[in-house]
């Protein structure tokens, strides 16, 4: 236990700028939630449920920090300021992870079995962050404050945004072609955007060679044509890209 201890008080010395000595470092609340949850867990594994839940929630009264005490933790994490962390009962957490305040280790299933993530050694998560069902963040990976992670990340990578998505893998930049990887929701309309763009930029390109090279007639003719095809355009975007659209949303 004493050497558990230790390694705690160590680990947020080394880990936080903020810490000046291991008298200070005592005063942390994300240290003694962790101590409290050890206790928690060992009652949770020996069928004293009921004190374990209480002693959780007396623990979430004073750190503000809610560990479920099913949730499986390793040595020396550190839970920065902590004020909004909750960790849920399926949970399991590596070595030497690091967690900011308002983070969310939550599921995305009714059902008892494994629903919630589970976070790899050196893992860091940022402020505000969610990782949400039963998904594993590889070791040293890096998740961006205020992202939402649903599904795995990679060991060694750096995920941001909502939802997710890789930016760095293994020290290297990480470049997005495709806007399907990011698997935003209104990708598929941005895609069908971005074609339509691309289809008009061309009659536009082939309208102004026209305009350039033909005679004046033919300018006119080349006009009139493009204005009727941009009427019939018009109508079946509205008919049908525009209602696919607006599904997308």
């Known amino acids: 236990m004493f050497r558990t201890i230790r390694e705690d008080?160590?680990?947020?010395?080394?880990?936080?700028?903020?810490?000046?000595?291991?008298?200070?470092v005592l005063l942390y609340p994300g240290l003694h939630a962790v101590w409290v949850h050890h206790l928690n867990h060992f009652l949770w594994r020996r069928g004293f449920k009921l004190l374990a839940r209480y002693l959780s929630q007396l623990a979430r009264f004073w750190t503000g920090i809610e560990i479920h005490p099913g949730a499986t933790i390793g040595r020396r994490l550190f839970i920065d300021h902590g004020m909004g962390v909750v960790i849920g009962e399926t949970s399991i957490i590596g070595d030497d992870v690091t967690l900011y305040h308002g983070i969310t280790l939550g599921g995305t299933s009714l059902e008892k079995k494994k629903r919630h993530p589970t976070l790899g050694n050196g893992v860091v998560v940022?402020?505000?962050?969610?990782?949400?069902?039963?998904?594993?963040?590889?070791?040293?990976?890096?998740?961006?404050a205020g992202s939402v992670v649903l599904r795995d990340v990679p060991p060694n990578s750096t995920v941001v945004g909502v939802p997710a998505h890789?930016?760095?893998?293994?020290?290297?930049?990480?470049?997005i072609t495709d806007p399907r990887d990011i698997?935003?929701?209104?990708?598929?309309?941005?895609?069908?955007?971005?074609?339509?763009?691309?289809?008009?930029?061309?009659?536009?390109?082939?309208?102004s060679h026209l305009e350039a090279s033909a005679p004046k007639d033919a300018v006119v003719a080349g006009l009139e044509g493009e204005e009727q095809l941009r009427k019939d355009y018009r109508s079946e975007f509205d008919k049908s890209n525009f209602a696919d659209f607006g599904a997308g949303i």
């Open 166 to 175: 890789i930016v760095y893998r293994d020290g290297e930049r990480v470049l």
């Open 183 to 207: 698997k935003d929701p209104l990708s598929d309309a941005l895609i069908a955007l971005s074609k339509d763009v691309s289809e008009l930029r061309g009659r536009l390109d082939r309208l």
């Open 126 to 144: 940022g402020n505000t962050s969610s990782v949400l069902g039963d998904i594993v963040v590889g070791d040293n990976s890096r998740v961006g």
């Open 9 to 24: 008080i160590q680990s947020v010395l080394d880990r936080d700028p903020a810490a000046s000595s291991r008298l200070v």
